[in-house]
T-cell receptor, first 113, second 114 residues
Framework: AQSVTQLGSHVSVSEGALVLLRCNYS??????LFWYVQYPNQGLQLLLK??????LVKGINGFEAEFKKSETSFHLTKPSAHMSDAAEYFC???????????FGPGTSLSVIP | NAGVTQTPKFRILKIGQSMTLQCTQD?????MYWYRQDPGMGLKLIYY???????DKGEVPNGYNVSRSTTEDFPLRLELAAPSQTSVYFC?????????????FGDGTRLSIL
């Protein structure tokens, strides 16, 4: 069965600092991996996805994530946090492009001025 | 281009009442989904549809029903509302015949059952 864990339900960073949101997955087959962002009172937006091509995936708003099979990780990073990055971030996993997506519990990111 | 539209945005129900959460998309997407979001739990898939006339259960379907009579509409029905169904409900859709990862979400329906 697929599953996702996100270390840290809440992360705070200073404006301009590195953003690192952690995601580890469990999958019996090579996974498809996703990061979504949710701003207050809105639905989710797809930030980026890994589908077995390049291990470093670039997404929107300056975010990127690196797939590390040996660590079963897909951490999300951004070099310099902006106030507008404050939101809830969800990591998700799927077995294939045909299979359902399983979401992690989410990490709330706060950006301190 | 409106994307995915959900109505209502907020609703309070009494235990045992029924209601239908509406979802419409104007992007001609094949795949549509209903999720519920509870604090600290992420999103759980309730039902999904791969096209008009075809629906299937997700992770947490009990207490809900869906239909997909058109490509655009995917309503979610609660027949006998229970306090455990208090949640935020999101509808989503995806383009492409072979891609079933949700890409476009509505803004949600916040439902309280008292």
């Amino acid at each position: 069965a697929q599953s996702v864990t996100q270390l840290g339900s809440h992360v705070s960073v200073s404006e301009g600092a590195l953003v690192l949101l952690r995601c580890n997955y469990s999958s019996s087959v090579p996974p498809y991996l996703f990061w979504y962002v949710q701003y207050p009172n809105q639905g989710l937006q797809l930030l980026l996805k890994y589908t077995s091509a390049a291990t470093l995936v670039k997404g929107i708003n300056g975010f990127e994530a690196e797939f590390k099979k040996s660590e079963t990780s897909f951490h999300l990073t951004k070099p310099s946090a902006h106030m507008s990055d404050a939101a809830e971030y969800f990591c998700a996993v799927s077995r294939s492009s045909y299979d359902k997506v399983i979401f992690g519990p989410g990490t709330s990111l706060s950006v301190i001025p | 281009n409106a994307g995915v539209t959900q109505t209502p945005k907020f609703r309070i129900l009494k235990i045992g009442q029924s209601m239908t959460l509406q979802c419409t998309q104007d992007m001609n997407h094949n795949y549509m989904y209903w999720y519920r979001q509870d604090p600290g739990m992420g999103l759980k898939l309730i039902y999904y549809s791969v096209g008009a006339g075809i629906t299937d259960k997700g992770e947490v379907p009990n207490g809900y029903n869906v239909s997909r009579s058109t490509t655009e509409d995917f309503p979610l029905r609660l027949e006998l509302a229970a306090p455990s169904q208090t949640s935020v409900y999101f509808c989503a859709s995806t383009q492409g015949l072979l891609s079933n990862q949700p890409q476009h979400f509505g803004d949600g329906t916040r439902l309280s059952i008292l």
